[in-house]
């Protein structure tokens, strides 16, 4: 992958001939593909004569590729196809890259564009995300700025309905009894996800909550490899639900530990987005001329980008960086993203003072 | 089974304050626990070195709930009284069991809400953060318009047994509650002592300046709700148990229709078909069961991986609605900034608990008059009201209000607090195949 992500960023064309496609698990190959055949027919626009041949050339070879596939695989599909000018060579590369691609995101540039891969490489903390309780666990990972969710189990533990009477104490030792086989499994499914990450040295640390105190006891006790457990931050966090908002919560709960994490930044910085727009303070800047005016005056704190590959965006960006603006690229990770996108045009940013 | 009227009660309140040492006083008092319980409770409580929590030990059953003091799950128990015969379901009051307390009370038709007068126990349940106050308003949402107050721990109130103190605390949960919409003509408040059993089924001696019923008198007086025996079947699932020899039996609370043994059932949102084998309540079998039993049943053809709590039982020839997505009135009752579209708290319906996207605001409406103020609002934030569309994340079934009330409300909560509560204007079905 990193010899691939080299190749591809030595790749330049003087003209914007050089297509980049990341396809989210989901879509149908369809959509794609007949995105792909409005965008052949939009280049036939193009007046210098080897720039459109270059381009519709790289789409339709892109087609080509694509209309065998019946369905997305499950972490997506990335495609790279263009030709060098230089060598007059041409290449199309298409791949499951090893993590999900969470955007959907086409452009024919300069250059092709790696940085959502190079983010696949280079996020290489990931924290084990473990909710646990009597009879229910979710086992997940914090990667960037997702969260996703790898098990959900369940126990069929008993609770008190059909108890009572003669054999009390006897049901009552079932219970326990069950109550811990399944304490035990979950920590058996806990390695079989986690080691493999530990053992490939990314593994920075584990949150572990739920309610009450299954939790507490699941980690006193030995249910996880010990190395996991040397790795488990505290204190363990009350909880009270399970599943992917669980994780969230979890995650939300334990930020001060999580400092850094584009997670928590960018859950801040929605909240805090959402706290100035109920406020109406004036702190929160939209729509593409004002973001801009703004930024000029260096009154942006920082920016959300939900990024869908429009062009405006980024321009936004490269203007951020110039007057001190942190910015946040977002995909549809973020629950908050379909928000972004249709009241904000994609954009919206935090301001450092009234203006 | 008794021949008397049939009533689900819940005791619900913050944690510690006494809920079941209350249910436990009551209980035994009326001859509803057997010896070998109450001697069996007793010793573990004596082991443990809390021998005053004797009372809690005959409903903390769970190794986990006894050695820390705290109620976990729901725990069903049979009681009668001169008029009415009733489960009475003790409810977790820990902020973390706060889903398992709404499942109980999406079953109830009347409830016991225990409210401490202790020093500090009164004022923490009913701080921003406490279960009194989250208790009050999950009930009201889950439809209990029945209350019954207790005020607990008279006998350690600042001075012992204070008419004052009691009135302190009547006023401010009588304020709260009726904020909430609770009709307040219908809402008794009495002042108890559970571990001496203080005007819990006799009068107190050292209250006397209290004149009105004992908690048992008061039980007497709540009404039996209104069962639509004509509607189709409805019955949420609570909880499922795998007994060896016996199978898979599903239990839940009929909320409408009638269920007989025999009947073709399905289990939604799992499309899955059965057949009713059995009915039980409290052992004893039934031919059939109405709105309000609440019942385990026998089922043949189903796995214990076919059905979990939250789903919802129907005649197959009238499933119950699984939704792609429903529109709902809500109202933000807490929120520290907005909710916006995506926003997914975790929606209580009935039985289920289930993470719902915010896909649309439709509009804001205006509190007074209800109408529409603003369409497609940026967001919505706290005291709010507004018209929302949501999409559940997982398959979960709900009704409209107006054809299903208790499958067509709900409690949103997030961050361990509730956000809101909705009731549901439409449902866009989603097709599920019956097999
Ligand atoms: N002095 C006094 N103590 C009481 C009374 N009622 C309950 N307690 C004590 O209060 C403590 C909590 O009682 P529980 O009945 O377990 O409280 P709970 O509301 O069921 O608690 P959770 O189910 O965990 O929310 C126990 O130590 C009881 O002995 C009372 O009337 N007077
Ligand atoms: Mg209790």
């Not at chain 1, 593409?288 to 429009?310: C, H, P, Y």
């Not at chain 2, 005053?52 to 705290?70: I, T």
């Amino acid at each position: 992958m990193k010899v691939l992500l080299r190749e591809l960023k030595k790749w330049s064309a003087p003209a914007t001939v050089l297509l980049s496609l990341y396809i989210p698990p989901g879509r149908p190959v369809s959509d794609v593909v007949n995105m792909l055949r409005q965008e052949a027919s939009i280049s036939q626009n193009i007046k210098l004569k080897r720039t459109r041949d270059a381009v519709e050339s790289a789409i339709t070879t892109a087609i080509d590729r694509l209309v065998p596939i019946t369905k997305v695989p499950e972490n997506g599909l990335v495609l790279f196809c263009g030709q060098n000018f230089d060598t007059d060579e041409f290449k199309c590369y298409m791949f499951s890259p090893p993590e999900k691609v969470t955007i959907y995101f086409y452009r024919t540039d300069k250059q092709f564009h790696t940085e959502f891969l190079e983010d696949m490489v280079e996020v290489s903390e990931v924290y084990g995300l473990l909710i646990v309780e009597r009879d229910q666990g979710t086992i997940g990972v914090l990667r960037g700025s997702r969260i996703e969710v790898l098990e959900e189990m369940e126990g069929y533990v008993p609770g008190k309905h059909m108890m009572g009477g003669q054999s009390q104490r006897r049901i009552d030792r079932i219970i326990e009894e069950l109550y811990h086989e399944f304490l035990k499994s979950f920590g058996e499914k806990v390695n079989s996800y986690l080691l493999p990450i530990l053992e490939s040295g990314r593994l920075k640390g584990i949150l572990l909550g739920g309610p009450g105190y299954a939790k507490k006891e699941f980690y006193d006790s030995d249910y996880i490899d010990y190395r996991l457990k040397k790795l488990v931050l505290l204190p363990l966090v009350d909880l009270g639900y399970q599943g992917e908002v669980g994780l969230r919560e979890m995650v939300m709960k334990s930020k001060d530990l999580l400092r850094n994490q584009k997670y928590v930044e960018v859950e801040d910085l929605i909240e805090e987005l959402k706290f100035h727009l109920a406020k109406d303070d004036g702190l929160v800047v939209y729509g593409k001329d004002e973001i801009s005016k703004a930024m000029q005056m260096g009154a942006v704190d920082s920016l959300l980008i939900f990024d869908d590959g429009n062009v405006e965006n980024e321009k936004i960006m490269q203007e951020a960086e110039r007057y001190g603006t942190k910015v946040y690229l977002v995909g549809e990770e973020i629950p908050e993203a379909e928000w972004v996108r249709k009241t904000f045009n994609g954009a919206v940013g935090k301001l450092r003072f009234k203006i | 089974m008794s021949q008397k009227p049939h009533l689900n009660l819940i005791v619900i309140g913050h944690v510690d304050h006494g809920k079941s040492t209350l249910v436990g006083r009551l209980l035994m008092e009326r001859g509803f626990l057997d010896e070998k319980t109450i001697k069996e409770a007793e010793e573990a409580a004596k082991k443990l070195g809390k021998e005053s929590e004797k009372y809690a030990f005959l409903l903390d059953k769970l190794k986990e709930e006894r050695e820390r003091g705290v109620t976990i799950n729901l725990t069903f128990m049979k009681f009668e009284t001169k008029k009415y015969f009733f489960t009475i379901i003790d409810a977790p009051g820990h902020r973390d069991f706060v889903k398992n307390m709404i499942t109980g009370a999406s079953q109830a038709d009347a409830a016991i809400l225990a409210v401490s007068a202790r020093k500090g126990e009164f004022e923490s349940g009913m701080s921003i953060e406490g279960q009194t106050r989250e208790h009050i308003i999950l009930a009201k949402t889950m439809g209990l318009n029945q209350v019954i107050v207790a005020i607990t721990k008279m006998d350690v109130a600042e001075p012992p047994y204070d008419q004052k103190r009691f009135n302190e605390v009547k006023d401010t949960i009588e304020k709260f509650m009726k904020s909430f919409g609770f009709d307040m003509s219908k809402v008794k408040f009495i002042p108890v002592v559970s571990i001496t059993g203080e005007n819990v089924t006799k009068r107190s001696e050292n209250m006397k300046w209290y004149t009105g019923p004992t908690l048992e008198e008061a039980l007497d007086m709540l009404e039996i709700p209104p069962k639509p025996v004509d509607k189709p079947l409805r019955l949420p699932i609570q909880e499922v148990y795998s007994i060896s020899g016996v199978g898979t039996v599903p239990v839940g609370r009929v909320e409408s229709g009638v269920m007989k043994v025999g009947d073709k059932i399905v289990f939604m949102p799992a499309g899955k078909a059965a057949e009713v084998r059995s009915i039980e309540t409290h052992h004893t079998k039934l031919d059939k069961a109405e709105p309000g039993d609440n019942i385990g049943f026998n089922v043949r053809g189903i796995d214990k991986k076919d059905v979990k709590r939250g789903d919802v039982v129907g005649h197959a020839t009238n499933p119950p609605t699984v939704a792609d997505e429903f529109t709902a009135r809500i109202i933000v009752v807490w929120h520290p900034t907005a909710l916006a579209v995506g926003y997914t708290p975790v929606l209580h319906v009935h039985t289920a608990s289930i993470a719902c996207r915010v896909s649309e605001i439709v509009a804001r409406l205006d509190p007074k008059t209800g109408k529409e103020a603003e369409k497609n609002p940026q967001f919505i934030k706290q005291g709010e009201s507004a018209i929302v569309k949501f999409k559940p994340i997982k398959p979960l079934c709900v009704e409209k209000f107006s054809d299903f009330p208790p499958l067509g409300r709900f409690a949103m909560r997030d961050m361990g607090k509730t956000v809101g509560v909705g009731v549901i204007n439409d449902v866009k079905p989603s097709k599920v195949e019956i097999k």
